[in-house]
């Protein structure tokens, strides 16, 4: 289910495009959790970019080349709310 970064990774690519793998489970009756996200990593470990593990393919922030992702794609069976 986990895939699909390795498509994703050309510079131009919306950050959304990385939330493949989400998508995918969510064919399978999974929810994509939304309070939570992947992000940027430099001198320090959560930076920007925002890399959300849920949206539309070809929508979001324009990744560029030489940036460092954490791309953390997080399903639930269910719903995507957390408690």
Known sequence: MF????????????????????IHGRSRGFSAVRD????????DVHEDPSVPCFGKKGTG????EGMVLAVEPMVTAG?????
């Open 3 to 22: 895939g699909y970064g390795h498509k994703a990774k050309r510079p131009e690519t919306k950050s959304a495009t990385l939330a493949m793998p989400s």
């Open 36 to 43: 939570l996200v992947g992000h940027g990593v430099g001198y």
């Open 61 to 64: 922030e324009t990744l560029k």
């Open 79 to 83: 719903e995507y709310l957390l408690t």
